[in-house]
Structures are given as C-alpha cells and as structure tokens.
DNA sequence: TTAGGGTTAG
C-alpha cells in the first residue's frame, strides 16, 4: 500500500520541501529503494540550479544505505550541466571511493566539468578510466573526451579520439571543429568544416566567430550571409568581431539590425563602449533590459569603474543588493565596486566589502587580492596592500603595478625601486600604469637622474609615455630647479600637453621664484583650462613674493571679475586622514 | 539523464 502511495508521489515534480517530507516517509517505511527515484525527481523538478536543492541530494547520497549509480550519475549530471563543476566533480570522486562503477552517463558529465574547469589531470584520470571499462567506444563519451582536449589545446589527441569515433555525429564534429577554431587553426577548421557531412547552426557559428576573431571579418560576413539559419549567437560573433577591429559603429548597425537581442548582445555592445570611453551609450543599452542579470550588472558597474565614474559604479553595486532586486554580486563584481571604492578613497565601503565576503563565504583570489590591494595602498594602508601581496599566489603585472603605484604614491620610493626589479627579474614587462607608479617614486624622494633614466628607458620598452608620464617628470625637473630642462622637454612633448603638464612646471617656478617662466606655464594652463582658478592664484604668489605686488592684485582682481571661485583641493590621501 | 558555439574582471 505505502509503496503504491509512495510510487505515485514520485511520479510527480517535488520541491525540496516536499522531498525532504517524502524522503522521511521513505525511511519511516523501510523503502529506501526508492531514494534514487526520490533523487531523480527532485533533480528534474528543479528549473533552476538550486544550492539547497544540490545540498538536500548529496546529503542523502552520503546517508544511503546502498549507493546508487543511477542516482550518483544523475547528481553529477545536474551539478555539470548548472555550472557547479568543482562539486560534479567531487561527487564523482566519492563515487569512485565508495565503491561504485561510473555509468557513461557520470563520465561524461564529469568530462564535461573536468574540461570546462581545465583540470587537466581529472580529465586524464578519466581517460584512463575509460580506457580500462570498454567505454572507449561510447559517442557521449568519445566525443566529450574531444571537448576535454580542444578546451585544452591538445589538439593532436582531440583528433586521435577523433578519428576513432565511430558514427560521428553532428555534436562531435562541432566538438573538434572549436577546437580548432579556440586553436587559432582557422584552415584545419575550415578543412573539417568543408568535410562535415552535416552542419548545423552551431557549426557555423564556430566558422563566423573564428574569422570573426582572427579579424578576417570580410570571411566572416561571407559564411553569416551564407547561413541557413541564425540565432543570436551568430549575430553576436559578427558584432564581438567587428569590435575586436575598433569598428564599433558597424557592431552597433549589426545588434540594431538582430531580430533577437540577448544578454549576451547587450553585454557584449556594452563593454566595448565601456573600452572606448562612450559610458552614455553603455547606459542608455542597459537602462533598455528590463530583466537585469548578473552578468548585465557586472557589464555596467565595470563600465563605471574603468571610466572614472566611481559613484555611480556604486550606487549601482548598491541597487543590486537591495532586496526587491536581489542578485546576488560575484568576484567580478566585487572586483569593480572594490575598484570604484579605491578610486573614491572610501576605504569603509571597502571593509564593508570585505564583511560581505566572509559572510557569504566568497574566498579571495589573486585577481581580487590585487584589486584589494589598489584599495588599501590609495587609502594609505600600504602594510596592509604589502600583506596582501605576499599572499598571492602569483604576482603577475597587475599585482606588481598596483604594489609599486601603492608605494609610490606613499613615498616609498626604495620599496617601489626594488620591487620594480622584483619584477624585471621576472621577466615581467612593465606598462605604462607600472611607470607612473615608479617615476612617481623617483619623484618623491627627488631621485632626479635615476628618474630620469628610467622615463627615457619607457621606449625600449616599446611604451610611449603619456601626458601624465611627462607631467610626473616635469615636476620632478622642476622641484630640483632644472626649470630650462623641464621647460624644453614640455615643448619636445611628441602630443600636446594638458594642463597639468604646465601646472607642474607653474608649481617649480613657484618654489624657484623664476616670474619669466611662470607666466608661459600660467598662459598655457589658462588656454587649457580656461575656468579653474588654481593658475592664477599661483601666478599672483609667485608675484607677490617677487614683490610686484601690482601684478599680484590685479591677478586677483581679474579673477573676481570674471567670478571663478578658488575650490579647496581635495585628495583621496584627505579624505582618508579624515576618516582616521 | 550523458557530449558542442557566443559575454563579464584588477
């Protein structure tokens, strides 16, 4: 009686609640033969991935009194095909050390993970494995094997699996054809491509988005007019391939013209205006989407971020978390609003992120360490950044550019000196950020030569140095009272020179009392920036102190006059003394 | 039940 009852219940989709009451009248009855049915309708009942769902099911797992390979296997092709490929394959492990025989089903699955996680040495075990149990000559598993070995790049073995397979099927040739394509071997690709007997759209795809990357974009429009049928993902090759060539307006004429616009559209149009700077093109895209994921929010907060926009990079990080929006913010998001954080200063919204870390149990990697880093070096904690950087697993350009620019701006100049050949050692080139955080070193303790030298070495390292470089130098020059050599290099300048190139040479004549030289800083900072009113005051002290206290009056009558205000300057190294 | 393409970061 109860195990028709029973039966018939589990015929039905359950929620996890329902499948924890179920589960207790399992047990209470004795008929744990059912658990593994009980498993597979919870499993299939869940739309979405659900973490309690996945918690519930390997809580059982662990408790059965016979493991089960059917319920086993069903784990591990839930937690694969929802991106949870770490726990896939943990659950395969325990089932291997429990005893049970994989079925092709949990190989394949495992593959998957092992392939899309690049774990290198899970998806040889699992070769072996297979090698061992005859599944060898299965097509789920031949060709998921494929995939494990294009993802890694192995293409010699991708195609001996290849080549093996009998009755190939339309998803192994794709599987063999992107990696060909992920290899940048667009004339093997093309080879397979032509030899296909069938295609479908995603073979295609493959095609378009190779050329589409290789920049070969008339190749890539050829085969998209060539199609029998697109979906979105063609539409969104020929757009991230035009982008990838700077020709942003055509990416923008072909996402105008797709009959359907995804995420991924949006996403993708919405950071290459965040790479060139039009954030009011990004924001107009994204106030489009009424339904906003993660990856959408990400897309914008980072736009934000890299374009100086700092608060309302915030303001958005601070929008998702309310509780009628509710998504839930991952590394990558954390990674940009900890950028925006360091840009403003605010070290507080910084800590508060940390909290938030630790309370929902997000692990910080190096790429968040670094952004950490960034953080606490420009709100002046500069022990703290150097912590953090000891602990990274690897110091890359990022973690040492954003180290040196820490101590750098701190007045650290020995510790930014050698970790700069810390780095060259390492047979890491420098960037141009990189040479703004030593020149700014060198400049801090009036290492003239030394800084010098290396603003000259910038070339050699194929960089061209940039406005704020020379600015940096000029200032440099200019406080050892080097003012004709500060002067001469602003006018060999291969670019024009913003204001603070000029400021930085007003500021030395100031310290050196030299008027004649002022008053070509003061009028080119004045053309440059016709409403600041910084300049001029500068230019009435340094009058003042060569006692042409005529010029100085009517320097600041004028600036009455014309009603600019002097606004008090501000820094994040202030606002961080005065959270102190 | 199992395998394939397109997006985001300091």
Redesign the pocket.
């Known amino acids: 009686m109860q195990l028709a009852r029973l039966t018939s219940l589990l015929e039905k989709s359950l929620t996890t609640d329902q499948a924890k009451q179920t589960h207790c009248q399992i047990v209470v009855s004795g008929l744990n033969d059912l658990e593994p049915l009980l498993i597979r309708q919870t499993l299939n009942s869940a739309a979405r991935y659900s973490p309690r769902t996945a918690r519930y099911v390997k809580a059982i797992l662990r408790r059965m009194q016979k493991p089960d390979v059917?319920a086993t296997?069903?784990t591990i092709?839930y937690l694969?095909?929802h991106g949870q490929f770490r726990e896939a394959l943990s659950v395969y492990e325990q089932m291997h050390s429990s005893g049970l025989f994989p079925?092709?089903?949990a190989v394949?699955?495992a593959l998957?993970a092992c392939?899309r996680i690049l774990c290198k040495i899970g998806g040889l075990m699992i070769h072996g494995q297979v090698q061992k149990c005859g599944f060898c000559k299965v097509?789920?598993?031949q060709?998921?094997l494929v995939?494990f070995y294009s993802?890694l790049g192995d293409m010699v073995i991708a195609r001996k699996v290849f080549d093996e397979i009998r009755g190939k099927?339309?998803?192994?040739w794709?599987?063999i054809l992107?990696g060909y394509v992920?290899y940048g071997d667009l004339a093997m690709a093309q080879s397979v491509f032509d030899e296909m007997p069938a295609k479908?759209?995603?073979?295609w795809?493959?095609m378009v988005?190779g050329y589409a990357r290789a920049k070969n974009m008339e190749q890539a429009y050829e085969l998209f007019r060539r199609m029998p049928q697109r979906?979105?993902?063609?539409w969104?090759?020929m757009i991230?391939g035009y982008i990838e060539c700077g020709k942003i307006e055509l990416a923008r004429s072909f996402f105008d013209a797709m009959p359907d616009r995804?995420?991924?559209s949006y996403?993708?149009m919405i950071?290459a205006y965040?790479k060139y700077g039009s954030v009011e093109s990004a924001k107009e895209l994204y106030d489009q989407m009424a339904e906003k994921d993660l990856?959408l929010y990400?897309?914008m907060i980072?736009c934000f971020?890299?374009n100086y926009r700092a608060k309302e990079a915030l303001q958005l990080f601070d929008e998702m978390l309310k509780p009628n929006v509710n998504v839930q913010p991952d590394?990558?998001t954390l990674?940009?609003a900890i950028?925006a954080c360091?840009q403003l200063g605010d070290s507080k919204y910084g800590t508060w992120i940390e909290t938030y870390m630790r309370e929902w149990g997000i692990g910080m990697d190096?790429?968040l360490a670094?952004?950490f880093i960034?953080l606490y070096a420009k709100c002046g904690n500069i022990d703290k950044a150097y912590e953090l950087f000891k602990s990274l697993q690897k110091r890359?350009l990022?973690?040492y550019t954003?180290m040196i620019l820490g101590y750098g701006i701190n007045g650290r100049a020995k510790e930014a000196i050698e970790l700069f050949e810390e780095m060259m050692d390492a047979d890491i080139i420098p960037n141009l950020v990189t040479f703004t955080g030593i020149l700014t070193a060198y400049n801090h303790v009036g290492l003239v030569e030394e800084g010098y030298r290396c603003f000259m070495s910038m070339q050699r390292h194929g960089l061209l140095p940039s406005q704020d470089h020379y600015a940096i130098v000029v200032d440099l020059l200019g406080r050892a009272g080097r003012l004709e050599e500060a002067h001469e290099l602003i006018k060999n300048m291969p670019m024009e020179p913003h204001a603070g190139v000029w400021g930085a040479l007003l500021l030395a004549c100031s310290l050196h009392n030299n008027v004649e030289l002022a008053e070509v800083a003061w009028k080119n900072c004045c053309e440059l920036e016709p409403d600041s009113s910084g300049y001029h005051s500068l230019l009435a002290n340094i009058y003042a102190s060569a006692g042409r206290w005529d010029d100085a009056k009517r320097l600041r009558r004028s600036v009455e006059e014309k009603g600019l205000v002097k606004i008090p300057g501000s820094s994040w190294m202030e606002c961080s003394e005065s959270q102190q």
């Open positions: 059917f296997s069903f092709r694969s095909q079925n092709t089903f394949s699955s998957k392939a097509v789920f598993v060709t998921a995939d993802k099927n339309v998803v192994s794709n599987s992107a992920k479908d759209v995603i073979s795809n493959s988005s979906n979105s993902a063609s969104n090759a991230t995804n995420n991924v996403i993708t950071s965040s990856l990400n897309a980072a971020a890299q590394k990558m990674a940009s950028s360091s190096d790429h670094t952004s960034d890359d990022v973690a954003a």
